[in-house]
């Protein structure tokens, strides 16, 4: 348990030395809390998780673009002719605020299948090479572009496949060793 | 009394000896194989190009994999072992 560390697990069970501080009346609380720690670390190591986390992310990416990109909306000036200005105000926010809905959404999709993708694929090859995002780009392309007809989910997969390629070449770049 | 005593604690005391060396061997087997455990999955799973502290996914499927394949192993070799052992003994 807290045996010291590369040390062989040599102890009985029940009978592994505590970290100072601690009674033995303790131990019962400290192998509770320890599983319950484990099942933490395994549930945000899982690829549930991290699809959930990629998905948020990429929803607040795409609402982020969303809102910096209405700023450069333009629409006709004569389409709320007769509503007031506090009206107008808040038609338009609403209509940034559907926009950000709709991008965050897509985004979001995007994000949480590529690392749901990947993570599964990663766990069944149990390596970690180029390999992974390479393939889990693809088949995001293809799912994404699946309603296109199939050359257009495979021409969707090989530019996503690309895409995610150079994204993870530069996330594994050689740094420099002075850092 | 001391005659008895004396007596009583040479025989506890050579029971002892011989659960002492039992342990011992024991504990060095344990040890041995968890070095070994250790070594082999290491090499096998572990990328040699260091990024960053933690294991990857990858590595702790490897990992897993890894140990449950080395005892898988031993317990097929230790089966066989033992029935060419029964064989040379029996025939």
Same mark, same amino acid.
């Given at each position: 348990m807290n045996s010291p560390p590369l040390v062989a697990p040599i102890f009985p069970a029940g009978k592994e030395p505590l970290p100072p501080g601690l009674t033995d009346e303790d131990r019962e609380q400290l192998?509770?809390?320890?599983?319950?720690?484990?099942?933490?670390? *395994?549930?945000?190591?899982?690829? @549930?998780?991290?699809?959930?986390?990629?998905? +948020? +992310?990429?929803f607040a990416i795409g609402a982020f673009f969303s809102l910096m990109s209405s700023s450069f909306a333009y629409e006709d000036p004569l389409l709320r002719q007769n509503l007031n200005?506090?009206?107008?105000?808040?038609?338009?926010?609403?209509?940034?605020?559907?926009?950000m809905w709709r991008s965050g959404k897509g985004f979001g999709k995007v994000g949480a299948l590529f690392a749901? *993708?990947?993570?599964?694929?990663?766990?069944?090859?149990?390596? !970690?090479?180029?390999? !992974?995002?390479? @393939?889990?780009?693809?088949?995001?392309?293809? *799912?994404?572009a699946r309603n296109a +007809?199939?050359?257009?989910a495979f021409g969707g997969g090989l530019a996503f496949a690309a895409f995610s390629a150079a994204i993870d070449l530069f996330l594994r770049r050689e740094t420099s060793d002075e850092d | 009394m001391s005659f008895l005593g004396r007596s009583g604690s040479s025989s506890s005391n050579g029971i002892n000896q011989e659960r002492v060396d039992m342990a011992i061997q024991e504990l060095d087997m344990i040890t041995d194989v968890f070095n070994?455990? &250790? #070594? #082999?999955?290491?090499?096998?799973? &572990?990328?040699?190009?260091?990024a960053e502290?933690?294991?990857?996914?990858?590595? #702790? &499927?490897?990992?897993?994999?890894?140990?449950?394949?080395?005892?898988? &192993?031993n317990k097929k070799v230790g089966e066989k072992l033992q029935n060419?052992?029964?064989?040379? #003994?029996g025939g």
């Open positions: 192998m509770q809390a320890k599983k319950y720690q484990d099942w933490m670390s *395994i549930g945000m190591e899982s690829c @549930a998780t991290k699809s959930i986390f990629a998905g +948020g +992310g990429g200005t506090r009206q107008k105000a808040s038609e338009i926010f609403k209509e940034m605020g559907r926009g749901g *993708i990947e993570c599964v694929i990663e766990s069944y090859r149990a390596r !970690n090479d180029m390999v !992974n995002p390479i @393939a889990a780009g693809f088949v995001t392309g293809g *799912i994404l +007809g199939p050359r257009a | 070994r455990l &250790v #070594s #082999s999955c290491h090499n096998k799973c &572990v990328n040699t190009r260091y502290g933690d294991l990857n996914k990858g590595e #702790s &499927v490897c990992i897993d994999r890894c140990v449950a394949k080395f005892f898988e &192993v060419m052992g029964a064989a040379a #003994s």
